[in-house]
């Protein structure tokens, strides 16, 4: 039972654009979101999060929105970079505290120069 | 900042053999660890939790016995993968998180190869 999902396996992008990666979860009791990048033959690396008290959060070119009632996420990238080229991996937890994540299936990103 | 580094980087080692990976948090402590797996084209598998001082908590499915976790201090836990076979053989991460935070922050990897 694949709990959290990322159902698009690759998206390219031209460069400048924007990128936007979707992920869907069907735990309700999911309250905090987060997104990692992973180049291959690396451990991810934490991008940004959101708790389930928020709509939105902003951190430089990344923003994550946060759609409750739908039980969807989404990681904005703008303006897309060459290096922003890699794996991404939305994650959930049950509580804050419970440090337990589930990962979705992850979206890979191309860039085009 | 939030690093943490896994120790080796990668490792090819002979059937029967057993391997040990060490993961560190560099600059912070860490009240958990987790250790993962990566199969090729697909997401991280939880494999264990593990807290400083206590026993590991193992993911439905992983041999406990198998995979031997050690958490002696907040900044270091250890996988020894015993009597490794070929079937081992995968990309396993660590990761490790502050008190209180769901936030993981993950160690570089090691690549396990069973000959």
């Known amino acids: 039972d694949q709990q959290v999902k990322q159902n698009s396996p690759s998206l390219s992008v031209q460069e400048g654009r924007i990128s936007i990666l979707n992920c869907d979860y069907t735990?309700?009791?999911?309250?905090?979101f987060l997104w990692y990048k992973k180049y291959p033959a690396e451990g991810p690396t934490f991008l940004i999060s959101?708790?389930?008290?928020?709509d939105k959060n902003e951190d430089g070119r990344f923003t994550v929105f946060l759609n409750k009632s739908a039980k969807h996420l989404s990681l904005h990238i703008v303006p897309s970079q060459p290096g922003d080229s890699a794996v991404y991996f939305c994650?959930?937890?049950?509580?804050?505290?419970?440090?337990?994540?589930?990962f979705g299936t992850g979206t890979r990103l191309t860039i085009i120069p | 900042g939030a690093v943490v580094s896994q120790h080796p980087s990668r490792v090819i080692c002979k059937s029967g053999t057993s391997v040990k990976i060490e993961c560190r948090s560099l600059?912070?402590?860490?009240?958990?660890m987790f250790w993962y797996r990566q199969f090729p084209k697909q997401s991280l598998m939880l494999m264990a939790t593990?807290?400083?001082?206590?026993?590991?908590?193992?993911e439905q499915g992983v041999e406990k016995d198998k995979f031997l976790i050690n958490h002696a201090s907040l900044t270091l836990s250890t996988l020894t993968v015993t009597s490794a076979h070929p079937e081992d053989s995968s990309f396993y991460i660590c990761?490790?998180?502050?008190?209180?935070?769901?936030?993981?922050?993950f160690g570089p990897g090691t690549r396990l190869l069973v000959l």
């Open positions: 990761s490790a998180s502050k008190g209180g935070s769901a936030t993981q922050y």
């Open positions: 735990n309700s009791m999911f309250d905090y």
């Open positions: 959101i708790s389930s008290i928020k």
């Open positions: 994650a959930a937890s049950a509580y804050i505290g419970n440090e337990k994540l589930t």
């Open positions: 600059d912070f402590q860490a009240t958990t």
């Open positions: 593990s807290n400083e001082g206590s026993k590991a908590t193992y």
